[in-house]
């Protein structure tokens, strides 16, 4: 213990840790929505002290949308906007973005595809002009479709011989049964991307990139009636109606733990996953679920990163988390070990996970939870694509425009009993996917040993060469 | 558009330089300490020992029970990590703007009092999670050890860039409880540190609680000068070449060039090449070796803001299927060429995306302080914050076209061939 004098002559005892100063109220910036005539949802939030603009378009089509013959299509489709529009080459569209130090963002998920820029005030009004053409004009070029087409073809081949993708891809075919797209990746497979041509994309655009399913958010420095007239300037006279959606079915393909080996000869260490079937985004437990997952494996200081990384030395880290979809995405653990420890990692983390269940969470965990997790929403939102995304979340799922006003309220609410009530619906050790990529041969006896299940050794070390589905991904028609 | 960040600077009688920036935007502040040693400061047998070092940070001190670093922070809603890089070490959280005093209590702790906690139990145990991270980031890794590999054939080996931040398993086995306490006494002193706050609070109270906690922490020695060749030509003086094999499904080229040091104002040239090269859908790489002739599925490119005797700029492409790396290297090299004859079109761009990643950096706190810290640390000038991007802007098609004929050319390049084992090409 070290004393000395502090600055006030006060005498400074070191051993204690200072009390916090009086807490600043924080505010989720006020969020204004508003509907345009042709159906397009317009979304203005005022934030930030910086001269910056972020714009993001989404619009409701994502992976969930494709039939199994079209797994990698809605990926392909955002990605070949930059082949430019009607009137701009992709070369051009390049240019007249980075020319004025612009950078067009455009992905899809299971729910959504999202075209995003962030521009200086000053540049917002023809930065919102480039993006209404990239989402309403694109023209998809067969050349440039088709080299984008290889490039994602090249990626998925990246995938089947780095262990951290193959993993994962192994992890949510083994969790999700034929009925579920989310066993697939959302980058397809070489079978069904190989197939698709600029036709492809053509038609995914003009059936689902449509006004009545798309929104623009506007976060920064922008005034909200500007904002919705800018919005609808660029998207007002735009005109169609989107393909129904599909409903999504989700089930689990297994109801017992099963420790699949995917043989990577050589590893030195072991990527693993252990996951099953979690919950879709409007499920009553959400928030339960974000405190409980804080606990157990989503902060640093959680339960099995303490034991995993803390005590035991046997990775860099390890995570758990809920993937929250429209329907119930996979809630998973994930970590990479090394080879000599992978059977007694797997069998601690199945520990931890069981006596989190039997004997749940202290108030004093709890409480740290939730402190954790509403002190950390403000830093995560400093920035203007950070708020924007947050938006975007309220718009994919349905959320109340309002909603993050009163998120911190809803996080300091959970508590014990309703953790202890969700763990024990929600994570179920003995219906358990695991995946370990890694050395087989030198896995093989370890894993059998512990007692976790059954374990079945896959075939080559290859996302395409395990066909668990039996069947071709073309027989599911589209 | 020009954002001017404001900021106050000084040095406590102890050598600590402090710097504070005020911004009420949000009830957040952050805290970021630099420390001017990194792996260029190992000695022989110890590499990857700064970033073990770094680690055993984060394992409590006098005060501070093991684990109650992390904890203490999380549980008051903030974030926190630490980075070990060729030149330096820096430590950062983001807090709730009224844990600031918390956030300076745990670092003037380690600062001062991090030896009485040091145990053999936690460097064994913070050995195997580093040991662990280098599986993660290299050895399991397709590629993972390009920049290792890179490193020792664009830097000969008494220099001190010429081994890795991650270090070799044999170095990290061979590390012992009295080097952790004589790196410690070496380089961790405030006189060899920048402390810099940046956030919602006043300056007068944090000056009150930075004197509280850090002036009682003695100044240490002089700072040991870098051990080994410190001084670069700048020129590699022949072109390296070396093939690995390796399980990849797709073989990838890497290219290094020897370049200035950063801070140099040749070195701004070369950050805006590098986004001339491989920045964008509208870069030359991209447009040609991607687009127009489809012989790559990625380009990268980055200028190494690295400060002793010289930088590198570093590319890399990856073939796509049934594309041999000679046929990609030879497109490669001919667009590098081309760059002599670049126009100013494509510099325009670049300072453009370079201006706007910059304001957009700007605006979390953490990011501010860590730059403050930078600017301070190497060129004992925070007001780089501001004036940085003025380098850029300076920098004229002329001197892009001076430094790929100088510099981007046969004689001062590094290539590395990254084939898949058994010469298995996909295709």
Known sequence: ?478 | MMVHIPFERYEMQNGLRVVLSRDTSAPVVAVNLWYNVGSRNEKPGRTGFAHLFEHMMFQGSENVPEMAHFSLIENAGGSLNGSTWLDRTNYFETLPAHYLELGLWLEADRLGWLLPAMTQAKLDNQRDVVKNERRWRVDNQPYGDWDERLQMLMYPSDHPYHHSVIGSMEDLDASSLEDVEEFFRTYYAPNNAVLSIVGDFEIDHAKSLIDRYFSAIPSGPAIPPIPGRTQLGLSLGGEQRVTVEQDISLPRLYVGYRTPAYGTPEFYTNAVVAQILGYGKAALLYRTLIREQRLAQDVVAYAFPIVVGASMLVLWATALPGVALDDLERAFHAQIDALQSVESRDVIRAVSLIEARHLSDLQTVGERADQLSMYTTLFDDPARINTEVDRIRAVTVEDVRAFAARYLIAGNRSVMHYVPKHGEVAS
């Open chain 1, 1 to 478: 213990m070290s004393s000395d004098a502090g600055a006030r002559g006060v005498k400074l005892d070191r051993s204690v840790e200072p009390a916090p100063g009086p807490i600043r109220d924080y505010d989720f910036p006020a969020v204004d929505g508003r509907s345009l005539p042709n159906g397009v949802r317009s979304v203005v939030c005022r934030a930030g002290d910086l001269p910056l603009i972020t714009a993001q378009v989404i619009i409701a089509a994502g992976s969930a949308l494709e039939s199994d013959a079209q797994a990698g299509l809605a990926t392909l489709t955002a990605a070949s906007l930059e082949g430019g529009s009607r009137t701009r080459t992709g070369d051009t569209l390049a240019w007249d973005l980075e020319g004025l130090g612009l950078e067009l963002a455009a992905w899809s998920t299971w729910d959504a595809t999202h075209i995003r820029v962030t521009a200086t005030t000053d540049r917002i009004e023809g930065a919102l002009d480039i993006l209404a053409d990239v989402v309403r004009n694109p023209a998809f070029p067969p050349q440039e479709v088709e080299r984008i087409r290889d490039e994602q073809l090249a990626e998925i081949l990246q995938r089947g011989s780095e262990p951290r993708g193959l993993a994962d891809d192994m992890a949510t075919r083994f969790i999700f049964d034929d009925r579920s797209p989310y066993r697939r990746s959302t980058y397809g497979d070489q079978q069904t991307v190989s197939r698709f041509t600029a036709t492809d994309t053509s038609d995914f655009h003009r059936t689902r990139f449509c006004p009545d399913v798309t929104s623009v958010v506007l976060v920064g420095d922008i005034d909200p009636d500007r904002g919705h007239d800018l919005v609808a300037r660029a998207f007002g006279d735009w005109s169609g109606k989107a393909k129904a959606a599909p409903a999504v079915g989700v089930g689990a393909r297994s109801d017992k733990t099963v420790i699949h080996l995917i043989d990577r000869p050589g590893s030195v260490q072991s990527e693993v996953r252990i996951g099953h079937v979690g919950v879709p985004r409007a499920h009553p437990d959400h928030v339960t679920l974000l405190v409980l997952n804080a606990i157990l494996g989503g902060a640093f200081t959680s339960r099995l990163n303490l034991s995993l990384r803390e005590k035991h030395g046997f990775t860099y880290g390890v995570r758990s988390s809920f993937a929250f979809r429209k329907a119930a995405g996979p809630f998973s653990i994930s970590t990479a070990v090394g080879t000599e420890v992978t059977g007694r990692a797997v069998e601690e983390a199945f520990r931890e996970v069981r006596t989190f269940i039997a004997e749940g969470p202290s108030d004093l965990e709890v409480a740290n939870a939730r402190d954790y997790l509403a002190g950390v929403f403000p830093l995560q939102l400093q920035s203007t694509e950070e708020l924007a995304g947050r938006i975007a979340e309220t718009v994919v799922y349905d959320l109340p425009t309002d909603y993050f006003q009163t998120y911190r309220e809803s996080i300091l609410a959970v508590d014990r009993t309703t953790i202890m009530d969700a763990s024990a619906i929600h994570i179920r050790p003995a219906a358990m996917a695991v995946v370990v990529v890694g050395d087989a041969t030198a896995l093989m006896p370890d894993l059998e040993k512990i007692a976790v299940g059954e374990v079945i050794r896959e075939g080559a070390g290859s996302a395409d060469s395990v066909n668990i589905h039996g069947s071709e991904a073309g027989q599911h028609g589209g």
